[in-house]
Nanobody
Framework: QVQLVESGGGLVQPGGPLRLSCAAS????????MGWYRQAPGKERELVARISSTGASNYADSVKGRFTISRDTAKSALYLQMNSLKPEDTAVYYCNAVIYKPQYDYWGQGTQVTVSS
Protein backbone atom coordinates (compact mmCIF):
# COMPACT_ATOMS: atom_id res chain seq x y z
CA GLN A 1 0.00 0.00 0.00
CA VAL A 2 1.00 3.65 -0.33
CA GLN A 3 2.47 5.32 2.71
CA LEU A 4 3.76 8.87 3.10
CA VAL A 5 5.83 9.83 6.13
CA GLU A 6 6.81 13.43 6.89
CA SER A 7 9.76 14.47 9.00
CA GLY A 8 11.83 17.54 9.74
CA GLY A 9 9.32 19.68 11.58
CA GLY A 10 10.17 21.49 14.78
CA LEU A 11 10.66 24.83 16.45
CA VAL A 12 12.52 27.51 14.55
CA GLN A 13 13.08 31.23 15.09
CA PRO A 14 11.60 33.79 12.70
CA GLY A 15 13.85 34.23 9.71
CA GLY A 16 15.32 30.79 10.07
CA PRO A 17 15.31 27.84 7.68
CA LEU A 18 13.76 24.41 7.97
CA ARG A 19 13.60 21.48 5.59
CA LEU A 20 10.71 19.05 5.53
CA SER A 21 10.96 15.59 4.03
CA CYS A 22 8.31 13.17 2.86
CA ALA A 23 9.28 9.56 2.29
CA ALA A 24 7.02 7.57 0.00
CA SER A 25 6.72 3.80 0.12
CA UNK A 26 6.37 3.60 -3.66
CA UNK A 27 8.04 5.17 -6.65
CA UNK A 28 7.16 8.82 -7.21
CA UNK A 29 6.35 7.84 -10.78
CA UNK A 30 3.18 6.35 -9.32
CA UNK A 31 1.79 9.86 -8.85
CA UNK A 32 0.66 12.59 -11.21
CA UNK A 33 1.54 15.28 -8.70
CA MET A 34 2.77 15.78 -5.17
CA GLY A 35 2.53 18.68 -2.81
CA TRP A 36 2.70 20.17 0.63
CA TYR A 37 -0.33 21.47 2.49
CA ARG A 38 -0.55 23.13 5.86
CA GLN A 39 -3.22 23.78 8.43
CA ALA A 40 -2.93 26.38 11.16
CA PRO A 41 -5.18 26.39 14.24
CA GLY A 42 -8.62 27.70 13.38
CA LYS A 43 -7.89 27.84 9.68
CA GLU A 44 -8.66 25.69 6.67
CA ARG A 45 -6.04 23.46 5.13
CA GLU A 46 -4.26 25.26 2.33
CA LEU A 47 -1.98 24.27 -0.49
CA VAL A 48 1.56 25.51 0.05
CA ALA A 49 3.38 24.07 -2.94
CA ARG A 50 3.02 21.35 -5.51
CA ILE A 51 5.11 19.70 -8.16
CA SER A 52 3.84 17.82 -11.19
CA SER A 53 5.16 14.64 -12.72
CA THR A 54 7.00 16.82 -15.25
CA GLY A 55 8.77 18.74 -12.52
CA ALA A 56 6.78 21.95 -12.87
CA SER A 57 6.08 23.60 -9.52
CA ASN A 58 3.57 26.06 -8.11
CA TYR A 59 3.47 27.99 -4.85
CA ALA A 60 0.98 29.83 -2.72
CA ASP A 61 1.52 33.58 -2.89
CA SER A 62 2.27 33.67 0.82
CA VAL A 63 5.35 31.47 0.45
CA LYS A 64 6.54 32.30 -3.04
CA GLY A 65 10.18 33.27 -3.02
CA ARG A 66 10.77 31.72 0.40
CA PHE A 67 9.85 28.05 -0.03
CA THR A 68 11.11 25.55 -2.58
CA ILE A 69 9.54 22.20 -3.37
CA SER A 70 11.67 19.46 -4.84
CA ARG A 71 11.76 15.72 -5.28
CA ASP A 72 14.28 12.94 -5.46
CA THR A 73 12.84 10.09 -7.49
CA ALA A 74 15.77 7.81 -6.69
CA LYS A 75 14.97 8.13 -2.98
CA SER A 76 11.19 8.33 -3.45
CA ALA A 77 11.24 11.51 -1.41
CA LEU A 78 9.60 14.91 -1.56
CA TYR A 79 11.10 17.96 0.12
CA LEU A 80 10.06 21.43 1.16
CA GLN A 81 12.88 23.85 1.86
CA MET A 82 11.53 26.71 3.93
CA ASN A 83 13.55 29.88 4.33
CA SER A 84 12.87 33.24 5.96
CA LEU A 85 10.21 31.67 8.12
CA LYS A 86 7.54 33.84 9.67
CA PRO A 87 5.30 33.23 12.70
CA GLU A 88 2.34 32.94 10.33
CA ASP A 89 4.00 29.89 8.78
CA THR A 90 3.27 28.00 11.98
CA ALA A 91 1.09 25.03 11.10
CA VAL A 92 0.96 21.29 10.69
CA TYR A 93 2.44 20.47 7.31
CA TYR A 94 1.17 17.52 5.31
CA CYS A 95 2.64 15.65 2.39
CA ASN A 96 0.20 14.88 -0.41
CA ALA A 97 0.37 12.65 -3.47
CA VAL A 98 -2.26 12.62 -6.19
CA ILE A 99 -3.42 10.24 -8.85
CA TYR A 100 -5.58 12.01 -11.42
CA LYS A 101 -7.24 9.08 -13.18
CA PRO A 102 -8.95 7.79 -11.22
CA GLN A 103 -8.67 10.71 -8.82
CA TYR A 104 -7.25 9.80 -5.43
CA ASP A 105 -5.25 11.56 -2.75
CA TYR A 106 -2.75 10.07 -0.34
CA TRP A 107 -1.71 11.90 2.82
CA GLY A 108 1.05 11.75 5.36
CA GLN A 109 0.48 12.04 9.10
CA GLY A 110 1.70 15.63 9.27
CA THR A 111 4.61 17.33 10.97
CA GLN A 112 4.39 20.37 13.22
CA VAL A 113 6.28 23.51 12.29
CA THR A 114 6.38 26.25 14.90
CA VAL A 115 7.98 29.59 14.13
CA SER A 116 8.50 31.59 17.29
CA SER A 117 11.12 33.68 19.02
Amino acid sequence: QVQLVESGGGLVQPGGPLRLSCAASVSLFSFNAMGWYRQAPGKERELVARISSTGASNYADSVKGRFTISRDTAKSALYLQMNSLKPEDTAVYYCNAVIYKPQYDYWGQGTQVTVSS
